[in-house]
């Protein structure tokens, strides 16, 4: 891990780039979590009674801090994260755009009217819920932290976060810029700390409303259990394992710069990545040259170097997860691995978490390359007859995050984006999602949806209102 605690009192944060200490956190408790939830009740009332355009000012102003502090945060999102800072700068902006959204819509959350019955008129208000809860992953830590913060103070609510113990101080300070904008302090509560302790914690207290989840599968599920019974309204944004398809007729180079990208990104931590790819046999051969060819140009580093395109996993044990699906390939023979496939030697490479840029071709269904979220940068390829195939290995999963499909034809478009089972399906790209536009996923990937207008009700209720002439 690249997160330790001293007795138990902070948690240790060091870069996995080289094992530095970045900085260090206390280690909060469920005692924390009940204080922080007594606080921020008593701090609503005047919250919640601006006028939404009023939070909306806040919100504007600070979109514009994090921009004009950009720098500085996504130097420290690299550190103990482990991304390249041109990923990291991105991340950071996009955290303006996303709180720039969400003021620009402040005016526009409304209830409904109805035609006049029987009773009367009827009308619905929205209303919000009081005090909701975030817990967050390391993998994108300061962007997930602004889906969750902009529509639930938008809305009128208290936020208490809880950060990944790898991750806590990008997302405790880009709570201080925030604040600065004038969000007061028990409005919006950041609490590091275990998942077990805190994240249960706020899973589990019946004061908490609504609490919005990004992470694993399984921990969704143990938050899931940990909230049954306190009637609280759940997101959840969980696992993926996304197919890329990429059909006869696809713009090659663009589709294997996507496939790049779209892989190789954050060191293949990202929920949406591609994680399998699927290859009509036509292109096959000429594809895969592109790909590797593709995967040869990426510097792996330390993300504060200059031209570094992947640096470190952010964690041990992702890395060891990784090393281990990638044994059991060379050990079954299920799969050429075609390039990478180690843990890179001397240097540098010896003090971080590094591991090469990897591609896999010929996996069966059954492979766990294949089966499970591989979580790092690892690419397994198979190669499809044509579309119905595609579609069916691509829905063989138990998730059902995102997709792509890359073709030139639009029926081939349309019968993918109607077929595959996913919260999101993109047509020759992959990755990326504005603000303005839901994302969330089907299946194993969770429940509701996060972005977009409909976002603030997740955090609200709607109270029908009859008026009898
Ligand atoms: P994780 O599930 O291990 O942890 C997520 C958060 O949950 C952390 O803050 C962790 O401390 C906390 N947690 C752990 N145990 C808990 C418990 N019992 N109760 C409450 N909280 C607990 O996930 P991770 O390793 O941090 O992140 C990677 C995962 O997140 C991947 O599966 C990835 O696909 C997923 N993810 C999904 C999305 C999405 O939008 N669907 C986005 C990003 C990441």
Not at 180 to 194: D, F, H, K, T
Not at 408 to 417: L, P, W
């Amino acid at each position: 891990m690249s997160a330790e605690t001293d007795n138990g009192k902070t948690i240790r944060v060091t870069n996995p780039a080289d094992g530095t200490v970045v900085g260090t956190v206390p280690v909060g408790t469920a005692a924390d979590v009940s204080a922080a939830v007594d606080n921020a009740s008593g701090a609503l009332g005047k919250w919640s009674s601006l006028l939404p355009r009023e939070r909306g000012k806040i919100l504007f102003n600070a979109a514009t801090a994090i921009r004009q502090d950009r720098e500085r945060l996504a130097t420290l999102l690299t550190s103990e994260q482990g991304k390249p800072l041109a990923e990291a700068k991105n991340e950071i902006m996009g955290c303006a755009n996303v709180f720039e959204y969400y003021a620009s819509i402040s005016g526009s959350i409304k209830g409904d009217a109805f035609p006049r019955s029987d009773y009367g008129y009827s009308i619905t208000i929205k209303k919000p819920l009081g005090v909701c809860g975030a817990i967050i992953p390391w993998n994108m830590p300061a962007l997930i932290m602004a889906w969750k913060t902009g529509p639930a103070l938008v809305a009128g609510n208290a936020l208490i976060v809880k950060p990944a113990t790898s991750t806590p101080l990008t997302c405790m300070e880009m709570a201080s810029v925030i604040r600065q904008a004038g969000i007061p302090e028990e409005i919006l509560r950041i609490i590091p700390g275990s998942g077990e302790e805190v994240g249960s914690a706020i899973a589990a207290h019946p004061g908490i409303r609504a609490v919005s989840f990004t992470g694993s599968t399984e921990t969704g599920r143990k938050v899931e259990s940990a909230a049954c019974g306190t009637g609280k309204h759940l997101t959840l944004e969980l696992g993926g394992s996304d197919p890329m398809i990429v059909c006869d007729d696809a713009d090659i180079p663009a589709a294997v710069a996507g496939a790049v990208a779209g892989r190789f990104y954050n060191c293949g931590q990202t929920c949406t990545a591609v994680k399998r790819l699927f290859l009509f046999e036509d292109i096959a051969d000429e594809f895969t040259a592109a790909l590797e060819a593709g995967v040869a140009g990426i510097k792996i580093g330390n993300g504060l170097s200059p031209g570094v395109r992947m640096g470190p996993m952010n964690n041990g044990s992702g890395r060891e997860r990784i090393k281990e699906l990638v044994e059991g390939i060379r050990e079954s023979g299920d799969g050429t691995i075609l390039t990478g496939g180690e843990i890179p030697k001397g240097g540098e490479y010896e003090k971080g978490y590094f591991y090469e840029p990897t591609i896999v071709t010929g996996v069966p269904a059954g492979s766990p390359l294949m089966r499970e979220e591989v979580f790092g940068p690892v690419l397994p390829v198979s190669i499809v007859s044509g579309m119905n195939e595609a579609i069916e290995a691509a829905n063989s999963v138990r998730y059902g995050l995102g997709a792509s499909v890359w073709t030139e034809s639009i029926s081939r478009a349309a019968k993918a984006a109607e077929e595959i089972e996913a919260g999101i399906v993109w047509v020759n790209r992959h990755l990326k999602i504005p603000p303005e536009v839901p994302f969330g996923g089907e299946k194993a990937s969770g429940t509701g949806r996060e972005n977009g207008i409909y976002a603030p009700d997740r955090y609200m209720t709607e109270k029908t209102v009859i008026i009898s002439p």
